[in-house]
């Protein structure tokens, strides 16, 4: 009997004591989780050179086209920000679709010179190397052109914007229509950048991969790669700049 109950007691203790690793060994296995935290700025692609960037009070659409069918289950915009004069940047009749009652429309001149002022109340002309401060955004315009020879009649300097964006302390760079262009290598501290790429309007992915890898961004997003022979290779854009720079994130969004 007394064997029995020395028995029970060992089984007992085993039992106690592998629930007390166990639980320790969870515990352990919960530490080393990563937790997930959300991006303060969410983005949202749409087509082409087309898309949004939602902030917790903000929503802001780049380059609206596609009429309102484009942003079905989108929330309206507060601010607008075209970039150019062509008409996968700047259409009237997708502004006209939209609700831009609470919003603000950004442009150069170029732009703005287009937009009746019956689309919105708030219309804002902002040029190369001009800046606006819209409500927890800073807006700087900085130039977008063409480099090579038998590009130049595509986009001269001065007509359209690029933009940087300051969200907080996070710093997004949209190339607009460009090349390679000085002002773009020369940027500092970006967080994300948007690089088009597609011929022969703006550049193909090898010099827009030797700019990124220039100015050193966080994250890129390839962008606004359809050209005239279909899309570009954005996979190869991305194996140029990470054979050189593992530390760059290339962000393959779905575009097309």
């Known amino acids: 009997m007394k064997h029995l109950k020395n028995t029970l007691l060992a089984i007992l203790l085993i039992s106690f004591l592998g629930c007390k690793n166990e639980k320790k060994n969870t515990d352990l296995s919960n530490n080393n989780k990563t937790n997930v935290v959300e991006e303060s700025v969410k983005v949202i692609p749409i087509i082409h050179g087309t898309f949004l ?56 001149k170029a732009v703005t010179d287009k937009i009746p002022s019956s689309i919105s109340k708030n219309i804002v002309t902002l040029n190369n190397d001009e800046k606006l401060s819209h409500n ?39 190339s607009g229509d460009t090349e390679d262009i000085p002002e773009m290598r020369n940027l500092k501290a970006i967080d994300k950048a948007f690089i088009c790429m597609n011929l022969p309007y703006t550049m193909p992915v090898e010099s827009a991969a030797d700019a990124v890898l220039d100015f050193k961004p966080k994250t890129v997003y390839p962008y606004h790669y359809r050209g005239t022979d279909g899309l570009s290779d954005v996979s190869l854009f991305k194996k140029i700049v990470n054979d050189t720079n593992k530390s760059i994130e290339v962000k393959l969004l779905d575009w097309y």
């Open 136 to 174: 927890d955004v800073n807006i700087a315009a900085i130039p977008m052109y063409n480099l090579r020879k038998e590009a130049l009649k595509f986009h001269p300097k001065g007509r359209g914007n690029g933009y940087v964006l300051t969200i907080n302390d996070e710093r997004i760079y949209i």
């Open 53 to 108: 960037l939602e902030l917790k009070n903000e929503v802001i659409y780049i380059d609206p086209t596609g009429g309102s069918k484009a942003f079905v289950g989108q929330k309206p915009p507060t601010l607008v920000l075209i970039t150019d004069i062509h008409g996968d940047h700047l259409s009237i009749s997708t502004l006209e679709a939209l609700d831009l009652a609470n919003a603000t429309v950004v442009g150069p």
